[in-house]
């Protein structure tokens, strides 16, 4: 699978929340590890759902998690 032009910063995210790990986030919006792995290597585009959910995981906007390829 190629990249996508959503890019975004969960794993810089994951770590300045003490540290938290690619399984804890998945259990926090309901996903597998699998997911969040392929979200953070730019393989996989989250549906809005999902997008808002990691958001909220981090008490952040969709904004400053996610971004669209113009920004990269």
Known sequence: MGSTLVSN???????NHDEMTQ????D?????RQTIVALEK???SPSLEL?????RAF???LEE???YGENT
């Open 65 to 67: 998690v996610f971004f």
């Open 42 to 44: 730019g393989n996989y």
């Open 28 to 32: 926090r919006v309901g996903v597998t």
């Open 9 to 15: 910063h969960i794993r810089k995210l994951r770590f």
């Open 59 to 61: 008490n952040l906007p």
């Open 23 to 26: 399984q804890q986030l998945a």
């Open 51 to 55: 997008a808002f959910r990691i958001a």
